[in-house]
């Protein structure tokens, strides 16, 4: 059943929207000769423009989404035997730099039907060595952010959003990356905006954004007169070759995430009457910018379930991934073997006798991961993309509810 269409992708051209903007700046910077960011125009200007794009008063470009989570911890200055509460669903760039400040990632259950952390889930972890909460607004869904900064504000404990994947997203008319005392984005090839690498770090703190600046550049800082090696830091500057593709990307972004959220309308609307297959919901009061668009199959209406679907969809020219990340990060060999800094055992030996996690202590993510059902999703998603997946999502279910020999139920 070939109808010729084939989804966009946001690993090449199909799915991307590189243009003259980009070129014409990447020329620039090729012809000044000048590709340091530090001594260069681009980079520069990508941190006014995506500061003033998000209405915060800094933002300090790096080098990845990790370094800009790495480069926020560091800001806060999260140190040795510190706990850091973080959610286990989500990218180990943004779990490893915990760890490389010596401090402990402690892990927050999510909400089985967003998969993001939530102030509960974050209540049940916060200990007197709480130094930092981590929110990460997961497929750029934003996670229920008052009550979280109510109990953050309460205990005195900075929140550092990782926005990773929620370019736009907004909570109460706010942006996310906005809301905390510092966030970090990702300008990875997959976001919504992107130079192939790249990051950066928001804040409205004055000393947060300093303290960003020169850690990220070997504790050296070059506004100084008298620069000196001000702290231990690390190199994680963005090149001009970067900069001039973030400052292009970040010119079209309104256009595109405009493009994600409206389209995304559209397959909610085609998926409305699927048995068994709903989006993840999205507060009332919140604006979810669709990094991807995770569903949550149930299980019990669509035999085999989002491993299933996932097959017969390939097959019908959709690909999806099922279960997203499949297991929470702190099941992975690092953690559960501990494989950090030779045999040292650190930094949990800073702690004590700091327990392995036990997955039946995350409820939330044990239903939460066995359920989604994440498709890919870009800027040039449109409505005839749309329609396809709503149609190929109703012949994969269809398929598998007759070839399992049950009735199909009540649209869900
Ligand atoms: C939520 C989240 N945080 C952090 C990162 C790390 O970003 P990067 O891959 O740019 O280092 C990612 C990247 O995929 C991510 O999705």
Redesign the pocket.
Known sequence: MSTGIVLPSERDASGRSFGSEERALLLEVLESGILFGPNGTKVRAFETEIAALLGTRHARAVS??????HTALAALDVGPGEEVITTPI??M??ISPILCQGAIPVFADVDPQTLNITANTVAERVSDRTRAIIV?H?FGNPCEMDPIMKLATERNIPVLE?A??SYLAKYRERYVGTLGQIA?F???Q??QITCG???FVTTNSEALARRARVWADKGWNYDSEAADHEFLGLNYRMSELQGAVALGQVRKLTAMVENRVRVADVLRRGLADVAGVRPVPVSSHAVATYWRFPLLIDSEVVPGGPAALAGELKSLGVWSTPNYIRYPAFMCRQFRERVTFGQSDHPYSLHGDYPLEDIDDFPGCKTGLASVLVLPWTERHNDTHAAFIADRMTEAVDRLVRDAGQPTGESG
Not at 64 to 69: I, N
Request: no cysteine.
């Open positions: 990845s989404g990790s370094a800009a989570v989500t990218d760039g943004a990460t997961l990782d990773a994947q970090a990702s300008l990875q997959t976001k690498e790249g990051g």
